[in-house]
Structure formats: structure tokens, C-alpha cells
């Protein structure tokens, strides 16, 4: 992790109703500092997904597991890195991502393209939002051996090449 990088870790509960409002909390401060420096709120949703999936399917949602907030927030991008601790990816994954960094639809059920059974509440889109969202996101092992999902958002510009500043409605 790059030391200009903010560096926070967290221990998510292992029941559903619960860890998804740790993860919303979680993420606040994040999300409150990107909006701030004019990011949409679309940042936080992509952000969600990303330590979502960390909790429930790189750690098992075993809440003696950490995810790994690494995070950068300056005029020209948010650099975030999610990490989990065990970095287990199903072979169906890749061809899975491929497919959104074609393009070829923006919403993919990660279940109904892998033909795996859908688990608990989940629908299996939450990759589609990180890659819908995202301007790039990236997957590779930590050094601890833990599953890295890095995402990056640029801010928007505008016609002259000049940065703009979002509008929040």
C-alpha cells in the first residue's frame, strides 16, 4: 500500500443485517471526502460493492476476518484498494469481468452467468456496479496473500480539458 494512501481496517459482523450497515458507516468518512472534492455519490455505491463482496465472499463473513480500507482522495482521482484476507476467486470470475470491461452489457447476475446458485439475499450484481461505476478496477493478491480489488475514479471534465467540478443534487 503506498504511504500517501489513508489506511483503515475493519471487522465486519457475521450477520447480514448488521454487517451491511458496519459497511455503510464504514464508508462514510470516504464517501463524505469524495463528494466534498466534487466525486458523485456513485463513488460510494461502487465502494459499497467492492467491501461488500471482501466481507461475504473473500472472508467468508467470518468476522474474525479484516477487510482493508486503503484509500487516496486528491483533485484528480479517488484510488481506493479493498482487502480481504483469504483471496479466493471461482474460475468463473475472470471470463465474468471480461465481460464488463467489453461492454458488451452493463448489468451482468454474476449467479445466472456462472450457473451458480445465488447466495442468501445477494443478486449477484454488486461486480456489475464496481465495473459500471469505476473509470478502472483492477484484481491482484496482496502480500498477504488476500484478494486486492482496486478501483480508481477520474474526475469528469470538462470540454476545454479543464477539471469540473460535479453538481450534487
Known amino acids: 500500500i503506498p504511504d500517501s494512501y489513508t489506511i483503515k481496517e475493519f471487522n465486519f459482523s457475521s450477520e447480514d443485517n448488521i454487517y451491511r450497515k458496519e459497511i455503510k458507516c464504514a464508508l462514510d468518512d470516504i464517501a463524505n471526502k469524495s463528494m466534498a472534492a466534487g466525486y458523485p455519490i456513485s463513488v460510494f455505491t461502487a465502494l459499497y460493492e467492492a467491501v461488500l463482496n471482501a ?3 473473500g472472508n467468508k463473513k467470518d468476522s474474525a476476518k479484516k477487510v482493508v480500507i486503503a484509500y487516496k482522495i486528491d483533485n484528480e482521482t479517488v ?6 484476507e483469504v483471496g479466493e476467486l471461482t474460475p468463473e470470475f475472470f471470463p465474468f469481468v471480461q465481460r464488463h470491461r467489453e461492454g458488451l452489457e452493463p448489468v451482468l447476475d454474476f449467479y445466472k452467468f456462472s450457473g451458480r446458485e445465488a447466495q442468501g439475499p445477494n443478486l449477484g ?3 456489475s456496479f464496481m465495473h459500471m ?3 478502472n478496477v483492477q484484481y491482484f493478491k496482496s502480500s498477504e496473500s488476500g484478494l486486492v480489488a ?3 475514479f477520474q474526475r469528469e471534465k470538462d470540454l476545454s480539458g479543464n477539471q469540473s467540478k460535479n453538481i450534487n443534487w
Open 55 to 57: 466481507h461475504q465472499h
Open 125 to 127: 450484481t454488486g461486480t
Open 150 to 152: 482496486h478501483l480508481t
Open 133 to 135: 461505476y469505476a473509470d
Open 79 to 84: 484510488e481506493v484498494g479493498v482487502i480481504d
